[in-house]
């Protein structure tokens, strides 16, 4: 996996914003690794997805209900990423 799928984050943010961010890129990073151990790279539209919830343009929910393919099924990158955000609220 290369280091980041994702972009870099602005200089210019408050670090609490900061700090948000970078927790939820950790657990889309890690929502990556999960779903992609079989070898099939993340589908183009996932990354995007997974950015818009690094920036906090969409929540973690929302994640759930996104289906890369089909609105029935979400992306095991999805459903990792939500599993690694409700471990770390235990």
């Known amino acids: ?3 980041s799928y994702f972009t870099a984050l602005p200089p210019d943010l408050p670090a609490d914003e ?4 970078r927790q939820r890129q950790r657990y889309a990073e890690w929502g990556l690794s999960v779903a992609t151990m079989s070898g099939t790279p993340p589908a183009p539209e996932v990354i995007a997805n997974l950015q818009a919830y690094i920036n906090g343009e ?3 929910e929302d994640l759930a209900r996104m289906g890369a393919d089909d609105p029935e099924l979400p992306s095991p990158a999805y459903l ?10 235990h």
């Open 18 to 21: 900061i700090t948000a961010r």
């Open 80 to 89: 990792a990423t939500l599993s690694r955000h409700r471990l770390k609220q």
């Open 58 to 60: 969409i929540q973690i």
């Open 1 to 3: 996996m290369p280091k």
